[in-house]
């Protein structure tokens, strides 16, 4: 079903909707960081009965397997009746979100004020995480080893911490800059505590809080060099709107594919080939590194994954590869009624009508994009069609206006058949992005019917 507003789809069905939906809201308001989703991953994969691939001597059809990189990158497999050789069904989507990261020297004191300094990751708009409650999450590795989790600003009795602002009455210059220029990047320093420790004249407001994460966490200020502590909004994933038909949390992009997308391996039985759910880091910048979609990592899972089968070679990884099908499960602008000038409205994705398959990414003139393949959509509107899925196609913004990027064309350098597919998003990189329930649970279903039929 193309381009119908599907609310009316579920009237009847509400009650499995808004299910979905608090699970959802539960997986994204845990995990806030790359290493916790695939945290809460791994728990959903335990629970579907799914092993560890490491733990796995030979695989045979209906085998449930996963696969770990680093604590930020996540596959799940559920193996086909057909080999490898004759491909995957894959859905990829990426766990890494806009925020702001440590610097590996963050801690300063300024007028008895105590500051971390970040430098900002992905694409964001920095004037919207000034002034808002920020949570601090990550990992501290000892020169030991010892790995300390930090979690602090989502539970009850946390404190938060956050980015200060001019105010109003002393602002008359600072509102002649450019938004772009209102805050900069070296402005975005993270206040965390006034408090002297007793009998200190140099930097005593630092030296409070270095006592405090010594006696509370055994951390010193040179273990920051080997921390990677991310800042993120505070609070829990919440319904949105007075009819609560919407969800406003941190992370929709691209948190809300990846996790219909793993639920959908999970949900699904054995299929005739062998059906993936790959999250991946690192899209945000550029999907590099040893746990970004470029990295060998989910190559040499299927090269493993073919010598637990039948014996290998490299011949038969690269014919896997390429005759798998998959969809790049990401996110696309939902049409904003209140900033209408930037889209083509019978070329945008809309809240409220379904998952949106998006042929080509890119900007300005398709610069890196992905063009899917014709004949691959055709197949995928008639998977939809025949499994009743409510979907729509999109693109990013008006010709000259911008774009953006997926990891999609990055598979289809194996020569596969790929496309992005996703849930519309408004209010998309900003620290509080919305998405409506029934395209989440569309996505879910629309999921399960590309694993089943393609």
Not at 252 to 275: E, F, G, I, Q
Not at 414 to 442: F, Q, R, T, W
């Amino acid at each position: 079903m193309y381009q119908e507003y599907i609310w009316k789809k579920y009237k009847t069905q509400e009650k499995q909707v808004n299910t979905f939906a608090e699970n959802y809201k539960e997986f994204i308001s845990k995990g806030k960081t790359e290493r916790l989703c695939v945290e809460e991953g791994i728990k959903l994969c335990k629970e579907a009965g799914f092993k560890e691939l490491k733990d796995v001597k030979e695989l045979k059809p209906g085998d449930k397997v996963y696969a770990v990189n680093h604590n930020k990158n996540l596959a799940a497999f559920v193996i086909g009746d057909k080999p490898l050789t004759e491909g995957l069904s894959i859905l990829g989507a990426h766990i890494d979100s806009p925020r702001m990261d440590l610097k590996q020297n963050p801690l300063y004191e300024n007028e008895t004020f105590t500051y971390l300094d970040t430098h900002y990751y992905g694409g964001i708009i920095k004037y919207q995480w000034v002034s808002i409650p920020l949570a601090l999450y990550g990992v501290v590795v000892k020169k030991d080893g010892t790995s300390i989790s930090i979690a602090i600003g989502d539970a009850p009795n946390d404190p938060v911490v956050g980015i200060t602002d001019l105010l109003i009455h002393l602002s008359g210059e600072k509102l002649q800059k450019t938004a772009s220029k209102v805050i900069e990047g070296e402005g975005l320093d993270i206040l965390i505590g006034s408090i002297p420790l007793e009998d200190e004249d140099k930097e005593p407001s630092k030296k409070a809080i270095l006592k405090l994460l010594k006696d509370k966490y055994n951390i010193e200020e040179e273990d920051f060099v080997s921390a990677e502590i991310e800042v993120v909004p505070a609070g829990l994933a919440r319904d949105f709107g007075l009819d609560r038909s919407m969800i406003a949390g941190y992370g929709h992009d691209d948190r809300v594919c990846a996790y219909t997308s793993l639920r959908a391996v999970l949900d699904t039985p054995k299929c005739t080939k062998t059906t993936c759910a790959v999250l991946v880091d690192k899209e945000e910048v550029g999907s590099i590194g040893a746990t970004g979609a470029s990295s060998m990592w989910f190559e040499n899972v299927i090269a493993e994954m073919i010598s637990l089968t039948e014996a290998y070679t490299d011949l038969k990884l690269r014919k896997a590869l390429a005759n798998s099908y998959m969809l790049s499960s990401d996110v696309s602008a939902g049409l904003d009624p209140l900033y209408p000038s930037v889209m083509e409205r019978k070329n945008s994705a809309f809240l409220g009508k379904g998952i949106c398959f998006n042929k080509y990414t890119g900007s300005r003139g398709k610069s890196g994009c992905n063009d899917a393949q014709p004949e691959f959509i055709a197949k995928l509107r008639n998977i939809m069609d025949k499994e009743e899925i409510c979907y729509q196609t999109s693109e990013l913004g008006r010709v000259d206006q911008g774009g953006g990027g997926t990891i999609a064309y990055i598979l289809a350098n194996y020569n596969m058949n790929v496309i992005d597919a996703g849930v519309p998003v408004l209010s998309m990189h900003s620290p509080m992005e919305i998405v409506s329930k029934v395209d989440v649970y569309e996505a879910y279903l629309a999921y399960k019917a590309f694993l089943k039929n393609m």
